[in-house]
Structure formats: C-alpha cells, structure tokens
C-alpha cells in the first residue's frame, strides 16, 4: 500500500540523480492535507483499502456483544469499570489487544454465570462488581477493529460494532424473560430439576456465561494480534518513552474530542433515562400514555432504525462528508460511531490507541454512575410539581441539545475524518508504519 514516505520521491521519466529533488512539488500540500484532518482515499491502484477483514471484524463484533447481553447499564457495575478502564487501556497498548480481550473476557464469563446464583444484595452486588473489573474487552475490541480498518472503511467497521453493541442490548432482556424461572416456564423440561426451583435466575446467566467462554475461546484461538510492537531501543538506542495520561490529555484536539464524545453519552443516558417513563405517563400528566406493548413496539421500531443508519446509511454518509460533518447534521442523534471514529482520529499514536479509548470509556462509565437517576429524578420532578406542564425533564435536554450542537465548533480538524476522493493514497495509522 501506497504511503506517505512513498509519495515524498518524485518519480522523473529518466532516472533520478543527485540534482533530482526529493519533494515533488504539492507535495507538502498534501501532507498539510492530512494534518488538518483531510484523509486522502485510495482509488484505482490499492482496491484493497476498500476491503475490511470481514472474519476477523465479525468475530470481534461477537466478543463486543457478550458484555451488553450480561448488563446494560448499572451503577455499582459503571463504577468499577469507571476505577479500572485507564488500566486495561494501558495493558492494552503494552501487552497487545489479544491478550487483555481473553483475559477480560474470561472473568466477564465466570461473573456473568454465578451472578444467577446470588442469594442475597451482597453477592449480587459482589459479582457485578468483580464483573466490572473485568471490563477491559472493549477496550481491546475498539482498539482492534481500528487497526483492522482504513479510514476509508472504518466507518463500516465500527457500523457493525455498533450494531452488534444494540443486539446484545436487545436480545439480553430477551434472554432474560424467556430464561428465567425456567422450572415455572417450561415444567416438562426443567421441572424435576431442583437447582433450577432453588435458583430460578440461573440459566439466564449460566447462557450468558456460555456466550462470554465461546467468545473467549474463539478471540485465542481465531482472531489476530493488531498491536504492533514497538522496538525494544529507539533511535538513540534507549527505549521509547511512554506517554502519560496527562501528555495524552495534553496532546492537540485530545481533550476536546473527549469533551464531546461525553457531551454525546449524556444526552443519549439522559435520552434512554427519559423516554420509556415519558411514554408510560398519561396524557394528562404530560406523556403518552401507551401500554406496555406499545412502548415495546416503540422502542423496537427505534432500534431498527438505529441499526439502518448504522449498517446502510453512516459510513456512506461519513465517506462523503467525514465525521464531524455527520455530528453536526446528526445534532444528537445517531452519532456514536461518528464520536468513537473522531476519538480514533485524534490519538496521538498507535500506541497510545487503547489508553485514549480506556479514557472515554471511563468517561462514559462515570456517567452512566449518576445520569440515568438525576434524569429519571428531574423527570419525576417536572411531573410532580408540572414544570412547564410536565415537560421539565424535556427542556432540560433541549438546552443540552443547543449546547452540544456549539459544542462541535470545537471539534479539531485532524478529528474530521474528511475523505477526498479525488487523491491516489488512503493513509491512516498503519500506512505511515509501513
């Protein structure tokens, strides 16, 4: 492939001498390019930029979808993996992304299959705890789908790890109600078993559990290792210095774009905190009123949607205009694959790729600790007391809304995503290591 050091000698008819310059001329306006977040796409002469690993990205999408199956969204659970993302970023990105996917992935399954079998609040609480301490598989997950990617295709690639994160949200309660008291549901099979009268909950999580070993297995056995290691001496033949959190944080456009992607989780905790309360409430107390069937119904048409826009309609969409553009247009709906790829942008290296995303991640962990209640809270609130006739809650995310639209003018070139079509080269990580 195609790469920056490659286009930097310009090819003469004859042959080059010593009076033959080393920079073709508009060359450094392409690099400039580049820097100012401009990703040049490779046409006729490197198809394969076109081509995801579609195997490896789809056994990378089933070890993402283990963890939103096992939970969604808890406090005691968010809060540990809040205390022990940073870390598992930075294993990531010393020891490589396979091995902390197996390892996080392994006690994630342990967890998730005796958590069905907790007699009391404190062992429930025990193994989502220790569950969130196993929390480094999305880490390792995003860091490998990235490096499995091009920034002409990874807007396909992380479509399908958001579409697999929505799945696993889906078909976990589903599992759930069709699994649980199985000795009540289904007598003829499970009746005579007495673990299952004793703990009605277990087979849920024992499947749960199931779910997590095979994808545990399958991430040693089949998928690759994407990390590449760094020699051991630099050019002075010491060894490369390591970044820290702070020189990460301080590195050009990081701290915005971290700004924003938790700008853009808390609108959507405050979104999935409201709306299922909002369409239960009567009419006359400022919601829909709509039954049970017909919230699900609701909710199921959304997140087919969800899943349309992120398969067939964001990566055409973020090819065309780039990522930042689609933020934009989106305002604040649909733009998680759109932040996820701007963070991937705006790390400073490869090495650095699995602490920059271990960072947003524990961004996000701290708050899904406290979102979902402040904002069940104000809307409980707004009803109570019919701030502006029950609709308190929903101008509380209007004005967020507003802000985080101005909020994207800070977003940095580099973290754009602009693709231009008309160029010869796609460059991203990897190209430059080449």
């Not at 001329?25 to 579609?54: C, F, H, R, W, Y």
């Not at 078909?171 to 649980?180: H, I, K, Q, R, Y």
């Not at 964001?314 to 989106?330: D, K, S, T």
């Not at 406290?370 to 308190?392: D, M, R």
Request: proline share 5%; charged share 15%.
């Amino acid at each position: 492939m195609a790469n920056i050091r490659d286009r930097t000698v310009a090819p003469q008819k004859g042959v080059a001498d010593e009076t033959t310059p080393l920079i073709a001329p508009g060359t450094t306006s392409k690099v400039d390019e580049i820097e100012n977040g401009e990703v040049e796409a490779q046409t006729s002469d490197s198809e394969e930029s076109e081509k995801l690993p579609m195997a490896q990205i789809m056994l990378l999408c089933f070890a993402r979808i283990t963890e939103p199956i096992a939970f969604f969204s808890e406090s005691i659970l968010s809060f540990t993996q809040m205390l022990h993302m940073i870390p598992w970023g930075r294993a990531a990105d010393k020891f490589g992304r396979k091995l902390v996917r197996v390892i996080s992935m392994a006690g994630l399954s342990v967890t998730s299959a005796l958590f069905g079998t907790s007699r009391s609040i404190w062992q429930m609480i025990m193994y989502r705890s220790i569950a969130g301490v196993f929390s480094g598989s999305i880490v390792a997950v995003r860091a490998s789908i990235s490096e499995n990617s091009t920034p002409r295709t990874q807007a396909r690639a992380f479509g399908h790890f958001a579409f697999s994160n929505n799945l696993g949200i889906f078909l976990g309660p589903f599992m759930g109600g069709a699994l649980s008291r199985p000795a009540d549901q289904y007598p003829s099979v499970f009746g005579r078993i007495q673990f299952f009268r004793d703990y009605p909950y277990a087979l849920p999580t024992f499947t749960t559990g199931l779910i997590g070993a095979t994808a545990c297995v399958i991430s040693a056995l089949f998928i690759k290792e994407t990390l590449k290691k760094t020699p051991k001496k630099g050019v002075n033949g010491l060894p490369p210095k390591v970044m820290t959190i702070t020189e990460i944080m301080k590195s050009p456009g990081v701290s915005r774009v971290l700004f924003i992607y938790t700008f853009t989780m808390l609108l959507a905790l405050a979104y999935t905190a409201i709306v299922p309360v909002f369409y239960f409430t009567s009419v006359k107390l400022g919601g829909y009123g709509f039954s049970e069937f017909q919230i699900s119904i609701f909710i199921g048409v959304g997140g087919l949607s969800q899943a349309i826009w992120l398969l067939l309609i964001f990566p055409r969409l973020q090819r065309r205009i780039g990522a930042g553009a689609v933020m934009r247009f989106c305002a604040s709906v649909c733009q998680f694959a759109a932040c996820q790829l701007a963070i991937n942008d705006i790390s400073p290296s490869p090495e650095t790729l699995g602490t920059v995303n271990a960072i947003s991640l524990t961004l996000n962990s701290d708050l899904r600790t406290v979102a979902p209640a402040l904002f069940a809270s104000l809307f409980a609130t707004g009803i109570k007391e019919q701030i502006f006739k029950g609709y308190f809650a929903w101008f509380i995310l209007i004005l967020l809304a507003i802000g985080y639209r101005g909020s994207l003018r800070w977003l940095p070139a580099k973290a754009e995503g602009k693709i231009n079509s008309h160029s010869t080269t796609a460059t991203g990580f990897r190209d430059t290591d080449e």
